[in-house]
């Protein structure tokens, strides 16, 4: 099984195997700790599948939780309520 782009190796357990409760089986089958990143291409080699129904659910959506929004984080020293003054950059109305 590839890794697409945001997936985590959580992610490939569940597309692979239908279950969370293979992540560790999974990981020593691979050689990968399940807090791994994974890399796109990478390929993953799932064990058993466990839950049939979930397993081919996942592997039709290729589920994507490894996705991260690096541009909206929060700079508490420029963006703060703290640094604002008011009448200039805070309007009281």
């Given at each position: 099984?590839?890794?697409k ?7 490939l ?16 089958a ?5 807090t791994?990143d ?23 959506t ?32």
């Open positions: 099984m590839e890794a782009q945001g997936q985590s190796f959580l992610d357990v569940l597309q692979g195997t239908g279950a969370l409760e293979n992540a560790f089986a999974m990981s020593l691979n050689g990968k700790s399940i791994d994974v890399v796109i291409g990478e390929e993953v080699t799932p064990t058993a599948v466990t839950d049939k129904v979930m397993q081919r659910l996942l592997s039709q290729q589920p994507a939780t490894a996705v991260a929004n690096y541009d909206a984080e929060f700079n508490p020293v420029s963006d703060g309520i703290g640094v604002m003054i008011i009448e200039e950059t805070f309007i009281v109305r």
